[in-house]
Each structure stands twice: as C-alpha cells, then as structure tokens.
C-alpha cells in the first residue's frame, strides 16, 4: 500500500469508529430514560436531543472550518499560524456558548413553540435543557479540537475523546439515575460532566503533545487573517442552514403522509446515515491531507490525494450498494417489527440502494474543498443543489407522492457532487 493510502486510512478509519460512537452519547440517555418507568421521560430526552442537534448543528463551521485552517497552516509548516487557527476557533466557541446561555430560555421557548411540545412534557423538556445547556462551551470546544486535530493529521486524538465521552456518560448518568435517584436531572448531568470531560482530556492532549502558544491579541485581531476566518465560516455556516432546510422539509413532508410514512422514510434515512458516516470519515481524509498539499503548495500530491480519494469512494459505493441490495430488507428487520413498516418500505428501496451511486461524489468533493478553504464554491453548489430539491420536490410530489419526495433528495444529493465537479478547478486558486 503507497504511502497516500496509507495516510488516507490512518485518518478515515479512526474517523468512521468516532462518527458511529458518537450518536450513543444520545442514545444512551434515552436507554437510561427508558427505565424509568414513564414514556412522557423518552419523549422529553428526545424532545432535548432534538432541540440540541439543531442548535449544535449551526456551529459545524467550527469543526470544518477549524479543519481546513488548520491544514494549510501544517502543510506550510507554520506553526505560529495553526496555534492562531486554534485560538480563534475557541474564543469564537465560548463567545457563542455565552450568547446561547444568556439566550437560553428565549432559545427553549421557541424551540418548544416550532416543536409544539405539551405541557407535561415540556416541563421535563425545560429541566433536562436547563442543565445540559451549560455544556455548550465544552461541546461547541471539542468541535474546534476535532478540527485542528485533522487538520494536523491526528485522528485517534479525537477518537479517543469519543470514547471517553461515550464511557464517561454512561457511568455517571447510571449512577446518578439508579444509585442516587435523580432521574432525568441524574441523564443531564451525566451527559454535562461527559462533555466537560471530554473536552478538558481533548485540550489536554493539544497541549501536552502540540504545545500550542496563546497568541497576542494583535495577532488573533488581524484583518486579513480575521476576514479569511470569518468568510470561511460564514460560508459553512449558510450551507448548514440549507443542509437543515432539506432535513427538516424531508421529514415536515414524511410526517404528512401518515404514521407508516413518515415511519418507513425515518428507518429509511437510516441507510444514507450509516453510508454517511463512512463517507464523511474520507471526506475528513479529504481535509487533512489536501489541505497540507494545498498549504506545502504541492499541486502534484494534491491531484494525486483526489484521485485516491475517489478509488476509495468508489470501494464504499460498490460495497454499501452490494449490502443494500442483498441485505436491505433484512437491515429493515432489525430497525422495525412493525409488519406494515417493513411491507411499505419495500416500495421504495429501490432509492436506498440508490443512495451510494449518486451521493458519493458530494462527500468527498465537500472534503476536498474544506481542506483547500474553498468554501464559497461549497455555498454555492448546496444552494443550486437545494434549488433543485426544492423545485423537484414542487413538481413530483402531487404525481407520485413519496417517490416524488425521494427523486427530489436523490437528486439533490447528486446535484452536490455535480456541482462541486464542475468547480474542481478552483481547488488551486486556494491561498
């Protein structure tokens, strides 16, 4: 194996272990709720997770941005740069976890108000999201940490912080609820310490093993460096907004057509989201190393990563497309024993298998161009790509019903992966 694949998989595989470990942090806390003897504390906790993914979600620029920065700065050597790259992802973290503390019961109120969460619940809701909401500068912390490991090549660190995230939640949310009895503020505060934990192991590590210098504040206030920063993550930021416009429109639209719906298109996703994550552990590949091609100003090793990138891209589509075709239906077993679930599911397969062929090329080119900090192209692929979502969904809908709905993604998906394809050639305009 040459050494670009050896760096591909040193950083793709722990990436993947670390995406799949993640989501237990959630579902841990709806198992522990689950126990307690009453469905409005599942309701609530995932009421909670709900309100915290959206939330969460609008600050991915942290963790992308982060990346591709950070990338450059290693590729040219330039340490002084990769210590400013850090600095200013946090204190734009904490400055953000500030707003959204001192915002938190306005952010909670509306929340409730778009999710239309009854009373009963909502008072386990507001209890739970109270406490948690505290851990947003760790969280928001670890998302800047997870970016400047990448872009220094370094993803066990991050993987090991998943972990101990994950090991950290489940010991002290099970001996709060079940030993002492604190039941839903027993899973909040468990999930708050593990956050806290993780994050104070994940800063640790950045500087026991990188060393990473405090700059002065005429370095972090910088203008050009500042304008760079901020219209890379504020491009980022714009595509997250269209990246949950689609989200939430797919399952506005499922949950409109009925409970069996909205059920078979919610385990349905469930595929693209296992597909996703080994995607996305090649596309953080993709940011790592051709952001350090681009910021070495090695045009060759650059072209040469892409074009590893996309043979492996390939592997993934021809092994998840054998495994849906062969094994869909008995994936769709083991998510659901609903009969008239996995009966209607078998009409619309035929897009899940799909899903590998056409939506590959958007994972891999979107890590290609945050690791070259060509995010204004990102921006704008995903807006012509949520055009397209859009104004299929507008035309195909009142003809075909739910198939309409999955044209509309598929092709959207598509789109992405286009879109980027046709802007290839900005990759070295990147600075």
Same mark, same amino acid.
């Given at each position: 194996?040459?050494?670009?694949?050896?760096?591909?998989?040193?950083?793709?595989?722990?990436?993947?272990?670390?995406?799949?470990?993640?989501?237990?942090?959630?579902?841990?806390?709806?198992?522990?709720?689950?126990?307690?003897?009453?469905?409005?504390?599942?309701?609530?906790?995932?009421?909670?997770?709900?309100?915290?993914?959206?939330?969460?979600?609008?600050?991915?620029?942290?963790?992308?941005?982060?990346?591709?920065?950070?990338?450059?700065?290693?590729?040219?050597?330039?340490?002084?740069?990769?210590?400013?790259?850090?600095?200013?992802?946090?204190?734009?973290?904490?400055?953000?976890?500030?707003?959204?503390?001192?915002?938190?019961?306005?952010?909670?109120?509306?929340?409730?108000?778009?999710?239309?969460?009854?009373?009963?619940?909502?008072?386990?809701?507001?209890?739970?999201?109270?406490?948690?909401?505290?851990?947003?500068?760790?969280?928001?912390?670890?998302?800047?940490?997870?970016?400047?490991?990448?872009?220094?090549?370094?993803?066990?660190?991050?993987?090991?912080?998943?972990?101990?995230?994950?090991?950290?939640?489940?010991?002290?949310?099970? !001996?709060?609820? $079940?030993?002492?009895? %604190?039941?839903?503020?027993?899973? #909040?505060?468990?999930? *708050?310490?593990?956050?806290? /934990? &993780?994050?104070?192991?994940?800063?640790?590590?950045?500087?026991?093993?990188?060393?990473?210098?405090?700059?002065?504040?005429?370095?972090?206030?910088?203008?050009?460096?500042?304008?760079?920063?901020?219209?890379?993550?504020?491009?980022?930021?714009?595509?997250?907004?269209?990246?949950?416009?689609?989200?939430?429109?797919?399952?506005?639209?499922?949950?409109?057509?009925?409970?069996?719906?909205?059920?078979?298109?919610?385990?349905?996703?469930?595929? !693209?989201?296992? $597909?996703?994550?080994? %995607?996305?552990?090649?596309?953080? #590949?993709?940011?790592? *190393?051709?952001?350090?091609? /681009? &910021?070495?100003?090695?045009?060759?090793?650059?072209?040469?990563?892409?074009?590893?990138?996309?043979?492996?891209?390939?592997?993934?589509?021809?092994?998840?497309?054998?495994?849906?075709?062969?094994?869909?239906?008995?994936?769709?077993?083991?998510?659901?024993?609903?009969?008239?679930?996995?009966?209607?599911?078998?009409?619309?397969?035929?897009?899940?298998?799909?899903?590998?062929?056409?939506?590959?090329?958007?994972?891999?080119?979107?890590?290609? !161009?945050?690791?070259?900090?060509?995010?204004?192209?990102?921006?704008?692929?995903?807006?012509?790509?949520?055009?397209?979502?859009?104004?299929?969904?507008?035309?195909?809908?009142?003809?075909?019903?739910?198939?309409?709905?999955?044209?509309?993604?598929?092709?959207?998906?598509?789109?992405?992966?286009?879109?980027?394809?046709?802007?290839?050639?900005?990759?070295?305009?990147?600075?």
């Amino acid at each position: 194996m040459n050494k670009i694949n050896r760096e591909i998989l040193s950083i793709a595989v722990p990436s993947i272990i670390t995406n799949i470990t993640t989501p237990l942090l959630a579902l841990m806390d709806v198992v522990i709720v689950g126990h307690m003897g009453s469905a409005a504390y599942i309701a609530a906790i995932a009421v909670g997770g709900t309100i915290f993914n959206m939330l969460y979600w609008l600050f991915a620029f942290l963790r992308m941005g982060t990346s591709g920065l950070t990338a450059q700065a290693h590729g040219a050597a330039d340490k002084d740069s990769c210590d400013l790259v850090l600095a200013r992802g946090l204190l734009v973290a904490f400055a953000a976890s500030i707003i959204m503390l001192i915002c938190r019961n306005l952010i909670l109120s509306f929340a409730n108000g778009i999710l239309e969460v009854k009373s009963d619940i909502g008072i386990i809701v507001h209890e739970y999201f109270s406490i948690l909401i505290w851990g947003a500068p760790a969280y928001l912390g670890t998302f800047v940490l997870t970016g400047w490991f990448l872009g220094l090549k370094n993803a066990k660190a991050p993987m090991w912080v998943s972990f101990i995230i994950n090991l950290s939640n489940i010991a002290i949310s099970l !001996f709060l609820v $079940f030993v002492l009895g %604190m039941k839903v503020k027993g899973v #909040a505060f468990g999930t *708050l310490s593990a956050q806290w /934990i &993780g994050f104070i192991i994940g800063i640790s590590i950045a500087f026991l093993k990188y060393r990473p210098k405090f700059p002065s504040i005429d370095s972090l206030i910088r203008t050009a460096e500042l304008k760079r920063f901020f219209s890379v993550n504020v491009d980022i930021l714009f595509r997250t907004l269209c990246l949950i416009a689609v989200t939430v429109w797919f399952t506005r639209v499922g949950s409109t057509q009925g409970t069996v719906i909205l059920a078979v298109n919610t385990l349905l996703m469930q595929f !693209f989201i296992l $597909f996703s994550y080994f %995607m996305d552990g090649f596309a953080f #590949a993709g940011e790592s *190393l051709c952001g350090n091609s /681009i &910021g070495k100003r090695d045009i060759a090793e650059l072209n040469h990563t892409i074009k590893a990138l996309f043979r492996w891209s390939i592997i993934m589509v021809i092994v998840f497309t054998v495994l849906y075709a062969a094994g869909g239906e008995w994936i769709m077993t083991l998510l659901s024993d609903d009969k008239d679930v996995i009966l209607s599911s078998k009409e619309f397969f035929a897009w899940v298998i799909a899903i590998p062929a056409v939506g590959f090329a958007a994972f891999t080119w979107d890590g290609i !161009f945050i690791g070259a900090t060509r995010t204004r192209e990102m921006l704008i692929s995903i807006a012509i790509a949520t055009i397209v979502y859009f104004a299929l969904y507008s035309a195909l809908f009142k003809m075909f019903g739910n198939h309409g709905l999955w044209i509309a993604f598929l092709a959207y998906l598509f789109s992405r992966g286009l879109m980027l394809t046709l802007l290839r050639h900005k990759l070295v305009k990147a600075k």
